[in-house]
């Protein structure tokens, strides 16, 4: 067993949001969705599976606070919410807020345009309503 470290990729293409007790909470930096990846913070875990129980049910209420959170912010006409993994194996939860005039509808995020980085001060803004949104969710 080794001691959990957020995967390179994820470290790299992502804003820190927030560390709920089982998960961090991340942004996507890509303007194109509003997008936020939870990684339970446990060492080697790659799939749901690998959560001990109690682990997969507190995952379940964060995804469900993430999940809350871009509705409440964005008001999205669907939510999507996967595991995939094939790319970057360590355990994450994709949550992106999607709208039926997004370039990708109603097909996957991935591949369907290529990121737009956040520009100052939006990420700030973004980031700063998304840990209110989460802080007051979670109390």
Not at 14 to 27: E, Q
Not at 81 to 91: K, P
Not at 113 to 139: F, K, N, Q, W
Request: with cysteine; net charge negative; glycine share 2%.
């Amino acid at each position: 067993m080794h001691e959990f470290t957020l995967h390179p990729q994820l470290a790299a293409d992502t804003w820190h949001i927030a560390s709920l007790p089982l998960c961090d909470v991340l942004l996507m930096n890509d303007a194109n969705y509003p997008w936020l990846i939870l990684v339970p913070r446990v060492a080697d875990a790659r799939e749901l599976l690998d959560l001990d129980e109690d682990d997969r049910t507190r995952a379940w209420r964060e995804i469900d606070l993430a999940a809350q959170a871009l509705r409440d912010l964005f008001t999205p006409d669907k939510l999507n919410i996967a595991t995939l993994g094939n790319m970057v194996s360590q355990l994450h939860v994709h949550v992106i807020a999607r709208f039926k005039s997004d370039t990708a509808w109603p097909k996957p995020v991935w591949g369907a345009r290529p990121p737009m980085p956040y520009a100052d001060p939006v990420v700030t803004e973004r980031i700063a309503g998304l840990r209110a949104r989460l802080r007051s969710s979670a109390a």
